[in-house]
């Protein structure tokens, strides 16, 4: 299983550094991280549907964790660190950054248990609680090697992306809060190759 999870990861980076590699054709062409996730749609904790390529990563540095509102274990401290680099983000949340939080019980996990769940976190926008129908969620979480069968097995691992540049990384999200700042940090102060 590991195996498995290790290769869907390094597939998920290779596709990602092709997007800082690839030349665009025109305001048409799309990106290797646009049609490796699609616009698969998801509804945020507002109700609101968005389009996972278009509407939350495009151009932006992300943090993503899977989670779920009634968990009692892992996903409150892990959430409570999201909650500091919240803090360290300041106003770059929302303009240049955003955390995204996927959950990995959409059957259960409404828009308003997922706003509820954003209130206890003091969530600012800029910070996206996600659900959705259960095949595009299993799509989201597929794709960047998330998905688990049953929920409790979800990951404690935070992906960080520079969509605009290709770099990702992955952090432990049990991490010391500020040993994830800087690795936060180091993928959004990430500068795009100059072109030729």
Same mark, same amino acid.
């Given at each position: 299983m590991k195996i498995i999870c290790s290769?869907?990861?390094l597939m998920l980076l290779f596709a990602f550094s092709l997007t800082a590699q690839q030349p665009a054709t025109g305001a048409a062409a799309q990106s290797s991280a646009q049609k490796y996730f699609t616009?698969?749609?998801l509804v945020n904790q507002d109700g609101e549907?968005?389009?996972? *390529?278009?509407?939350?990563?495009?151009?932006?540095?992300?943090?993503i964790n899977s989670f779920f509102a009634t968990c009692q274990g892992s996903c409150l401290p892990m959430t409570r660190n999201l909650e500091k680099v919240q803090e360290s983000l300041g106003d770059r949340l929302g303009k240049d950054a955003r955390i995204i939080s996927l959950s990995v019980d959409p059957t259960v996990d409404t828009p308003a248990q997922l706003k509820a769940f954003a209130k206890?976190?003091?969530?600012? =926008?800029?910070? *996206?609680f996600l659900t959705g129908n259960k095949e595009n969620m299993e799509f989201v979480l597929k794709k960047l090697g998330q998905f688990v069968g049953d929920k409790q097995d979800h990951l404690n691992i935070f992906i960080i992306g520079n969509e605009r540049t290709g770099l990702w990384k992955k952090a432990f999200g049990l991490a010391k809060s500020?040993?994830?700042v800087k690795v936060v940090e180091s993928v959004l102060d990430d500068k795009a190759p100059?072109? =030729?």
């Open positions: 290769a869907t990861i616009d698969v749609l549907q968005m389009r996972f *390529y278009s509407d939350l990563l495009q151009g932006k540095t992300v943090i206890k976190f003091h969530a600012r =926008p800029g910070w *996206y500020e040993e994830l100059a072109t =030729p």
